[in-house]
């Protein structure tokens, strides 16, 4: 139980300082806290809600990740490089990923409640 508890300070450590420090971080919590009462008008089931919020859970948690890379190859070498310019436009391209599956994901259901 030690582990977990420690597990989970941790996670909301590094979600803080997420929060403080990355602008795209805190666009994306304000869009999830948005997105949480529009799944209701939105969906009519509880499924269909859990897919409408997990998706934008999924570009948040990409985004995370992201941020990471980014951090440990601007520790890795300040200056730019090739091989880290790669590292993180590839981190970036999984964000923009995430972010067309939640878009796709928000208009299916917005067309099909119209």
Known sequence: MDRIVKAFF???A???HAMRCEL???QEVVVLLIALPVSFFLAENW???LALIGVLLIVLMV??????IEAL???VT???HPHIRIVKDLGSA????ALALAGLTWLVALAERL
Do not use: Q
């Open 24 to 26: 795209a971080i805190r």
């Open 14 to 16: 590094g979600l803080s």
């Open 94 to 97: 999984a964000v923009f990923m």
């Open 73 to 75: 190859s601007d520790h």
């Open 10 to 12: 941790n996670s909301a």
């Open 78 to 80: 300040p200056d730019a």
């Open 63 to 68: 985004e995370l990740l992201n941020t990471a």
């Open 47 to 49: 499924w269909k809600r």
